[in-house]
């Protein structure tokens, strides 16, 4: 058996981040996907996002599920902490490991069948109780490693490979995720980096829950002419609400907008999300107005990208339960047990 070893010689003027680290330190494991799978080069952006915001590896956790989209946390951050669970089961581990220790920044990796079908009540009760993670869906209508049949969001009129129609609608997860409370959802396109990039360094800056729903052509199954997840579709039907531009703490807007309307939204931290908006009648901020956007697109049979909606200001399950900011995991038994005194005062309450 042959293994393919990433070599660890680096070159000596590949660029650094404020951590003196490079792109090449933020890679995980050669990837054995499918040659011009889009999962790559969500992990690629990935890897762009952590390294621009100079993320330390240790203080990240990837969390998976099962599918092909599950073992992309394989391929970025391997220095990072990791858990591939049970199929659809991703969004329990996360809430748990949140709970546990909310210093740490959360990847969940999902996919299509992941989230919609078997996982579907998992991601529901995600979404409306805000864990502060970043919740990824490479989302490619099929089940690519069981021979390519229809995952649940694949679109009405989309025709498989083999030519068989798709008799159900879609599941749009970014309308339930709007209507379940969701603080962040957007959608992007594996395929377009410069947009998906800016998105996941807003997600990773913003508190609380975070979809970022991510076309990504199927290039064994689902990428011929009658798909509507193919690389060409997507192309010819993207409809990109906003430009998003990621700034920084303390540094100045730079991005050379085309005229527009701009709209910064100040993240948690004091970073801003700079948004173009490409359409005059969407706001981001309203949640009516981003659903209505939704269906808009749906009927007009269009693909609708970018920052979707946001709450600047939602409360994540931290802040919701009244957690205490020291993590549960590092409480001593001085912090779980207040002692003789107060327990007699409590009991002495009830009586």
């Known amino acids: 058996m042959t293994y393919i070893v990433k070599p660890k010689n680096h070159h000596p003027n590949l660029e650094r981040n404020e951590l003196g680290l490079t792109r090449r330190d933020y890679e995980g494991a050669i990837s054995t996907l499918c040659a011009g799978c889009g999962h790559d080069s969500i992990s690629a952006a990935i890897i762009d996002a952590c390294f621009q915001l100079s993320i330390p590896s240790y203080q990240v956790a990837k969390l998976s599920g099962i599918g092909c989209s599950s073992k992309a946390p394989a391929y970025f951050l391997n220095q990072s902490h990791g858990f591939n669970s049970v199929h659809g089961r991703m969004p329990s581990i996360a809430t748990g490991a949140n709970v546990a220790n909310h210093e740490l920044l959360y990847l969940g990796v999902s996919g299509d069948g992941d989230s919609a079908s078997i996982g579907i009540g998992q991601f529901i009760h995600a979404a409306r109780r805000q864990p502060n993670m970043i919740y990824i869906v490479e989302n490619n209508g099929t089940y690519g490693l069981t021979k390519g049949q229809f995952s649940a969001t694949n679109d009405l009129e989309s025709k ?95 991005a050379e907008y085309s005229e527009g309307e701009n709209i910064d939204v100040a993240l948690h931290d ?13 706001n981001p901020l309203d949640k009516k107005s981003a659903l209505e956007n939704l269906i808009k697109s749906e009927k007009e049979g269009k693909v609708t990208t970018g920052l979707l909606y946001i709450d600047p200001n939602a409360k994540d399950l931290k802040e919701t339960i009244n957690m205490t900011d020291k993590p549960l995991n590092k409480l001593e038994d001085g ?8 327990i007699s005062s409590l009991n002495d309450k009830l009586r």
């Open 160 to 254: 498989s490979k083999y030519g068989e129609d798709n008799l159900f609608p879609a599941i749009d997860l970014c309308g339930m995720a709007i209507q379940l409370g969701a603080s962040f959802v957007a959608r992007g396109f594996s395929g377009d980096k410069d947009q998906l990039v800016p998105l996941l360094k807003a997600a990773i800056n913003h508190k609380g829950f975070c979809l970022l729903d991510i076309i990504s052509p199927c290039v064994t199954f689902n990428n011929h002419n009658t798909s509507t997840k193919s690389y060409d579709h997507i192309r010819e039907h993207n409809e990109s609400v906003s430009r998003p531009d990621f700034v920084p703490l303390g540094k100045e807007i730079t």
């Open 270 to 282: 004091g970073s801003i999300l700079s948004l173009e908006k490409l359409s005059d009648d969407y």
């Open 335 to 342: 912090d779980l047990c207040p002692g003789n005194k107060y």
